[in-house]
């Protein structure tokens, strides 16, 4: 038995084309990433930001 854990993924919606697992994706489709990769591609601006709330004092 593996004692691996499985990887989380989440959805992210495009902002731009992207070539995601060998498939030519096109803006407005929807993936599913990793958080490092979520991170990468917001970095490249190929996904939305998060939008940041200010925490309360």
């Given at each position: 038995m593996s004692t691996e854990k499985?990887?989380?993924?989440v959805?992210?919606?495009?902002?731009?084309a992207h070539t995601h697992q060998g498939v030519d994706r096109k803006a407005?489709?929807?993936i599913k990433?990793?958080?490092r990769q979520?991170?990468?591609?917001?970095?490249?601006?190929?996904?939305e930001r998060a939008a940041t709330t200010?925490?309360?004092?």
């Open positions: 499985p990887v989380q993924q959805e992210v919606v495009l902002t731009g407005g489709d929807k990433v990793t958080e979520k991170a990468f591609l917001q970095q490249a601006g190929k996904v200010p925490k309360e004092a």
